[in-house]
């Protein structure tokens, strides 16, 4: 069974320390949405998680192995996936290459014509296939973060971060995006959602971890999080979208 | 040198402690769940100063690594380096002469504060736009040759001072020209990588503008007249402590400056102090360094960054122009004249933190010190001349290997 | 929908340079040939330059101190080191397989060659002295030139675009300061001599050609063209490529989907600079003279030129750039003279070329060749894109 066992997670930047202490566990196909406010930590934690950022104390493991001393790279094919706050498609190489990138760099001697086929069926389920032979650059910002998503899906690690997939989106394609996330989540796989988007948090997410200033300050379902007065402290003044979410409604109602 | 062999074992063990340092050091941290950003490159100066004896303690006890953790420990290996070298090389000059150290001391850091104004323009360049222009050293040229052609050619009754006023003025103007017709398309976001292109277009720059000057001005070098020359004179007269010759003067019979690199020096320092002037007491200055900590704020803020840019281009170029103009009172000059200054300029940005304009003056003064120490001590004087860019190149390679973001950059 | 026509431009190219020698009888044969030989040695340099800049986003102004160091790691075995059948007894010297390896001391500290003088006069008829051989010397040249290539690979790793550019044009100078300054070894500004390709001549289908005739050369420098294009397109089309170019346009991303940056960064330094390395090795044997100023940045100025008018992320391209700029400066060195004024070419055209590579880099990004090529080569891709979309919108 897929694990992700976060403990104790410390990071300082100079004299802010951005993470103070962020302990978590996940256990199979979870689908965890992470939240706070800006500046919460929640990229560092990504960064640290991905292995760009190296922690300063704390233990990182996946599936029983310690990951947090391996490079970025390491971490990828022992099974953790990332995307991008800011989509990072590699602009001058067709959309066909930028899938091949994580499938050959995972299995140097992956047998081509199975490559091709699966990078076409996943191009096919994300609505992008006819764009194949187009360079990353002449997509636009959405179908961006389709390619990123079509590159998580060739590299197909265990865990799967997403930062922010849905900002910037067009509305035609979120239903693309959300489909896609079932599709994931319904092999097995493990999702960590970012994203400022308290709507699609809410729906999709069966279990919330909030952050706010390094610290993890909540940890379970949404409807126990949604009513967490340390939750809603850290939220107060914050101009989150947070209508629907019921967060705003009791502040409304001191008030 | 009499224990070539004695020296070179020396260096091999503070490297090779050196690299033991840094990897032991960063893992026994690693172990403890310590911060590690400082660990490796302490671990690396206490290595190479003090061997086994201050890492097997520092493995043991793990202190946290304050700021004289991270400083000290420097000043160490250079102690260890100079004691090294002094027990292979007892008679060497550096050692011996107390009124040779001092004299190299002083032109070293007459020299630095003219490397320090030319970094200095490349450090404002970075700052605003934030590449590093490989031009600079041909505006360094062409600022010299500005200054040669009217004093010497063209307007001989207009003095030094119209000389290198008209220097700077086309330096910017060739700056400010160039940033326009070539820089725009990064502002708009349409170069992919701008970077690459920035370094490959001044590259170009550099390649046109020099054989553009050897096309119009021939390849033999040219020598400007000083710009002032002293009277011979003795103060006080017997005993002197002042004492002048044409092109020298003697301070205590003991420090020997040439007139026209002090003189250089000056300029640079009144230029410097007008520059300082003009970045903080007028509105533009104010806009450019409000440009430089930050351009969106700037932006909003009602400043023009297109204007700030060329401003910026212009005036980082002026400065290196501003390098050459005293300077060729001094050397003899040539169209390829750029090439090492450009490359000290480059030394020093890194070491003082790129885009940090204190660090780029800091810096400046360091490489002169350094390049002074080189040049004199260094036993084979032959190749002491020839090696002299490569003093420079030993620091910057040190600098990014281990402290990256330099003496006064901000952490990356 | 991939165009076929420049792979058959390329052949009918290949088999033109190849028969090329055979069919030209004008009466500046030589002086051609020459020229053919120069160009196909920037080739070699400007699309290995290529494979590491374009492809692998690393602008490295160290290509040339690789070169040099290829050259100058030959010519070291060429001066100093000789094969004899005999011991000298008063040389350095050892025995291997039946041959002695006579190492020479270097020039500045005494009669380079006198002790094996002194042993040759007392040596019966047949003895035989021989340099060391030419292959075995380029081979080091290689090694020498690539394992530079590994250690400013390593060195630089960390560092992104302005802090390399910076590095790497200090490296290249502080090499030309050290080939310049070690008399006793390189001979400083005179130049190291290097015995020609063929010493002795060599026949081919019969016909003798003297160690001077430019023929040999050419068809040398050309396979050597060929084999390091062939090479080169190989890595660039395999997945070495797609990685460099991966970690090129975002070295995070890279990382981030499983791709070892560092490993390949470090492997495209060493691979290019071998190349690099090997050129300069034939190229000091074809000239038989090679000095510090091969390293002066003009050069490497030209070699960017040429990759950057031709087409920095197409190696064909950088190669052709080479070819047609290496022949434009030839034959613009003819001074003339305007409205009384005589204009020097050999640095007015250089003006001309730092324009060009300006605007070329300002209004052609891809360069001139690369574009036409891509042109080409993609023609079809946006119809493709237009009819599969109206394709699937019909479908619905």
Redesign the interface.
């Known amino acids: 069974m897929i694990t992700l066992d976060v403990k104790d997670i410390r990071k300082?930047?100079?004299n802010h320390q951005v993470l103070k202490g962020v302990s978590f566990r996940i256990e199979g196909p979870e689908l965890v949405g992470l939240i706070g406010p800006n500046g919460a930590g929640k990229t560092t934690l990504t960064n640290v998680l991905?292995g760009?950022i190296?922690p300063?104390?704390?233990t990182i493991r996946l599936n029983g192995t310690r990951i947090d001393?391996l490079?970025?790279?390491e971490i990828?094919?022992a099974g953790l996936?990332?995307t991008?706050q800011v989509t990072?498609a590699?602009?001058?190489?067709t959309v066909l290459?930028n899938l091949?990138?994580?499938a050959?760099?995972?299995d140097?001697s992956v047998n081509r014509k199975e490559m091709e086929e699966k990078a076409n069926e996943i191009l096919a389920f994300l609505t992008i296939?006819?764009?194949r032979?187009?360079y990353?650059?002449a997509l636009s910002g959405g179908q961006q973060k389709l390619l990123e998503l079509g590159?998580l899906l060739m590299?197909d690690p265990d865990v799967y971060i997403l930062d922010e997939p849905f900002a910037g989106v067009h509305p035609s394609l979120m239903a693309t995006i959300y489909k896609w996330i079932e599709r994931v989540n319904g092999e097995g796989k493990a999702i960590i959602l970012i994203s400022h988007q308290m709507e699609s948090i809410f729906t999709l997410c069966r279990r919330l971890l909030v952050l706010n200033f390094g610290d993890l300050i909540a940890d379970g379902p949404p409807a126990e999080v949604k009513n967490d007065p340390a939750v809603i402290d850290a939220y107060l003044g914050v101009e989150e979208d947070m209508s629907g979410t019921g967060l705003l409604t009791q502040e409304a109602s001191h008030a | 040198m009499d224990h070539p062999g004695f020296f070179s074992l020396a260096i091999l063990w503070m490297v090779l402690w050196g690299a033991i340092g840094g990897a032991v050091i960063h893992r026994a941290y690693?172990a403890r769940?310590?911060?590690?950003?400082a660990a490796r490159t302490v671990g690396v100066a206490v290595g190479a100063a003090t061997g086994p004896f201050g890492l097997v303690p520092l493995y043991l006890r793990t202190p946290t690594l304050t700021r004289a953790w991270q400083a000290l420990p420097w000043i160490g290996v250079v102690t260890v380096f100079l004691f090294a070298f002094r027990a292979s090389d007892p008679d060497n000059v550096c050692f011996t002469s107390g009124t040779f150290v001092t004299s190299q001391l002083v032109n070293g850091l007459i020299m630095g504060t003219i490397y320090g104004l030319m970094a200095l323009g490349l450090a404002l360049i970075f700052s605003i736009i934030g590449i590093v222009s490989f031009s600079h050293g041909e505006f360094y040229m062409i600022g010299g040759m500005v200054v040669y052609y009217m004093t010497e050619v063209w307007a001989p009754g207009l003095g030094p001072i119209a000389a290198v006023i008209a220097a700077c003025a086309v330096t910017f103007g060739i700056g400010a020209a160039f940033e326009r017709a070539f820089f725009t398309p990064i502002y708009a976001g349409k170069v992919?990588r701008p970077n690459e292109y920035a370094i490959l277009v001044t590259f170009g720059l550099a390649f046109f503008l020099q054989y553009l000057v050897q096309g119009l001005s021939g390849a033999n070098p040219v020598k400007a007249s000083p710009f002032f020359e002293l009277p011979r004179s003795e103060w006080p007269a017997g005993a002197p402590i002042i004492e002048t010759t044409r092109s020298n003067i003697k301070l205590f019979d003991m420090i020997s400056i040439s007139t026209p690199r002090l003189t250089a020096a000056i300029l640079s320092v009144v230029m410097l102090l007008a520059l300082i002037w003009f970045l903080y007491n007028t509105w533009t200055g104010r806009a450019l360094r409000a440009t430089a900590q930050d351009r969106q704020a700037a932006a909003v803020a009602g400043i023009n960054p297109g204007r700030m840019n060329m401003l910026a281009f212009g005036l980082g170029c002026m400065l290196a122009g501003l390098a050459g103009a005293v300077l060729v009172q001094a050397f003899s000059w040539l169209p390829q004249t750029g090439a090492i200054p450009a490359l000290r300029a480059f030394v020093i940005i890194v070491l003082g933190g790129l885009g940090s304009l204190p660090g780029a003056f800091i810096g400046g003064l360091i490489l002169g010190l350094v390049e002074a120490a080189g040049a004199g001590c260094v036993p084979d004087p032959t190749r002491a001349a020839a090696y002299l860019p490569a003093y420079g190149m030993i620091i910057l390679t040190l600098v990014l290997l281990l402290r990256p973001q330099g003496l006064f950059g901000r952490?990356v | 929908?991939i165009s076929h026509a420049p792979k058959i431009a390329g052949s009918v190219a290949a088999a033109l340079l190849v028969l090329f020698p055979l069919v030209y009888s004008a009466g500046n044969y030589d002086f051609v040939m020459h020229l053919w030989i120069t160009a196909f040695y920037y080739a070699i340099l400007a699309s290995s330059w290529a494979l590491l800049a374009g492809y692998g986003g690393q602008f490295s102004f160290a290509h040339l101190a690789f070169m040099a160091l290829g050259a100058y790691g030959a010519g070291i075995l060429d001066n100093y080191v000789f094969l004899t059948s005999l011991p000298t007894g008063t040389c350095t010297e050892f025995g291997l397989l039946g041959t002695n390896i006579v190492f020479l001391p270097p020039a500045g500290t005494g009669d380079a060659g006198a002790c094996l003088t002194a042993a040759r006069a007392t040596w019966p008829e047949g003895a035989t002295v021989s340099r060391f051989p030419l292959l075995l010397q380029i081979a080091f040249g290689a090694i020498v030139g690539g394992g530079a290539g590994w250690l400013i690979g390593t060195l630089v790793l960390r560092l992104r675009a302005a802090y390399l550019a910076l590095f790497t044009v200090g490296l290249s100078e502080i090499l030309r300061a050290v080939l310049s300054a070690e008399i006793w070894l390189t001979r400083g500004q005179a130049g190291m001599p290097m015995s020609p390709l063929f010493p002795e001549g060599i026949t081919i289908l019969g016909t003798t050609y003297g160690p001077a005739a430019k023929l040999p050369a050419y068809y040398v420098m050309l396979a050597l063209f060929f084999a390091t294009l062939s090479l080169l397109l190989w890595v660039a089309r395999s997945?070495i490529g797609?990685?460099l170019?991966?970690l090129r346009?975002?070295e995070?991303?890279?990382?981030?989907?499983?791709?070892?940056?560092?490993k390949w960064k470090r492997a495209v330094f060493v691979l290019t600079a071998a190349i690099a390395a090997t050129a300069g090795a034939v190229q000091g044997h074809y000239v038989g003279l090679i000095t510090p100023n091969t390293l002066v940045l003009l050069q490497m100025s030209l070699v960017i030129a040429m990759a950057v008018i031709g087409g920095l992320?197409n190696l064909v391209a950088a190669a052709i750039g080479a070819i047609l700029i290496s022949f434009a400066l030839e034959f613009l060195r003819t001074d003339f003279t305007i409205l009384g004024l005589e204009v020097d070419m050999t640095t007015w055209r250089l003006v001309f070329f730092g324009l060009l590579l300006m605007l070329t880099l300002r209004f052609l990004r891809n360069g001139v060749i690369q574009g036409a090529l891509m042109w080409i080569e993609?023609r079809g891709?946006g119809a493709?894109?237009v009819a599969?979309?109206r394709a699937?919108e019909e479908a619905k």
Not at chain 1, 90 to 93: I, K, L, T
């Open positions: 300082k930047f100079g991905d760009a190296k300063d104390s704390g001393p490079h970025p790279y990828a094919r996936g990332r991008f990072r590699f602009r001058r190489m290459e091949y990138v994580p050959m760099a995972m140097a296939d006819h764009l032979n187009e990353g650059r590159r590299l | 690693l769940d310590l911060d590690v950003t992919e952490k | 929908m997945r797609l990685f170019r991966s346009e975002d995070d991303a890279a990382e981030a989907l499983g791709v070892d940056t560092v992320e993609r891709v493709e894109t599969k979309r699937a």
